[in-house]
């Protein structure tokens, strides 16, 4: 979603602004502009559509300075054109905003009826024109900023450039996030602001993370911060850790794949935060929570995290035998969920600013619940916010279909659940150690996984010309199956449909004929004859049937499938992170059949931090 970048800079920004904007391209946007201050004037340009739209208007018409601020914008309000890209500017001021200003149409009509003219359809250029009348007014800039933020009602990240301040960017937070970075040591002063960490890795490592409210004035030589009722503070400096390195694709064509590869890894390093190899026991962070008088869980995430807590639902009433209720953050506060007091209640969430997830958190938290929260940015906002922090150990995620976040998400929620088990007395001391094995063989098996990569790219050309796709799974399985009908709607735009395996009868079933191809998610076990008897029953109406199974249930089954994909046999416990990675390739090869941009889908955004 939309990404801010400002410098206060020793030399020209252009450029620099624009690779920001490019490190903060995995975010999702459909529009991009900037504006530095050349001369006491505001000098803006913009453009619809990609960066490198942008970067072409720049070359016709540079933008010279050593002050300015940058942004990608996700539309919200108003078409991705270029009279309703960022920066807005009014003649003194120009701003970039990331959020939702829900008020716009009352702060709006307020300023027309001053006579103020619009150029846009956003709710954000009500705050350049708020802030201008004020310095039209004779405030000075920090009083400018100071007035009008307790006016704005909503969610925002704000920069802000002042005409007749060429030293000076103004930022602000309250919802989305926002950090501010200090130049390198030694070398001429400098000061950034950015969306995240990642933005600013190749001007600096030095960071500040504002808390919620903050705002910050930032000169070429340093920053005051002001904490939400206006009064100095001073915020921790950080090294940030972000390498500009992770924002690159190495060898692989695309982000997506990358990740996808780099799940064997980064299961591993995430299990190995979690799990103590010496006795085979589950080893969780130190905590003031007693997990063992947890009497309800109340799971809340979005897009593939919530498909994570699905799957993890089964592994905590399984093994801890805790009751779980699992909603759509979206849904969650706005159905008032009975909350006892005292329960704990978990978040995940691959980003930890999905607006909300984390208003749903917010809400948890005033009800007097306990908060967990499975993240895998650990500076995020969640993660400040949680009172138990369960990091993924994933490293950054580009692509914006989620892939090794929900593998790395799994195995944290599978160490939660046998921990609490445990706590509880559900489990012996030899049943965790056989759980904690069985979890360290995911590596090894997401290897095996990913050596069918080839078969399945082999049979994407089957799955391509579908308008419709339905993927079923049953148990654990499931949630797989909805997770690989959405990796397909996203990055291929195919329709596509997930289903409890035994409900198909009960409508999907209506839908199929020669044309649309069935996936069904079926390892051996247990469950194997129930979901294959539905598998027939898609078969004897002429449905074409994918299969992904391991090898006893593929001789079991494999016969008259139109293509099947072969698994290596694994422990139950670990299937869904190991089914993960046939459902994410097919998805990835089905979209490079079609020719799809795979790592900035359209529409789609990476973080969502507007509700
Ligand atoms: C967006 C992304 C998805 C992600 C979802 C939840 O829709 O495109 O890949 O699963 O947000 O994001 P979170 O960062 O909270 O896991």
Redesign the pocket.
Known sequence: MCGIIGIVGSASVADRLVDGLRRMEYR?YDSAGLCTLHEGTLVRRRAEGKLANLARVLEADPAPGHVGIAHTRWATHGAPTAANAHPHATGEVAIVHNGIIENFKELRAELAAQGRLFESETDSEVVAHLISAEIERGADPLEAVRDVLPRLRGAFALAIAFRQHPDLLIGARLGSPLVLGYGPEGEEPEMYLGSDALALAPLTQRITYLEEGDWVVVRRDGAQIYDSENNPVTREIRASGASAAAVEKGNYRHFMQKEIYEQPTVVAQTLASYLRRSDNSVALPQMDVDLSQVRRLTIV??????YAGMVAKYWFEQFARVPVDIDV?SEFRYREPVLEEGGLALF???????AD?LAALRHCKANGQTIAVV???PTST?AREADLLLPTHAGPEIG???TK??TC?LAVLAALAAHMAVKKGRLTRDEESLIVRHLLEAPAALNAALDHDEDIAAMAPLIAPARDVLYLGRGQDYPLALEGA?KLK?ISYIHAEGYAAGEMKHGPIALIDEAVPVVVIAPSGPLFEKTVSNMEEVRARGGQVVLISDAKGLEAAGEGCIATIEMPVVHPLIAPLVYAVPVQLLAYHVALVKGTDVDQPRN?????TVE
Not at 301 to 306: D, L, N, V, Y
Not at 348 to 354: P, V
């Open positions: 999702g995430a979005c897009g593939t995290s919530f953050a995940i969430s691959q980003s930890g600013e999905t997830t993240v895998n940015v969640m914006v279909a989620s976040a929900f998400q959405l996203e789609l955004a990476k973080s969502v």
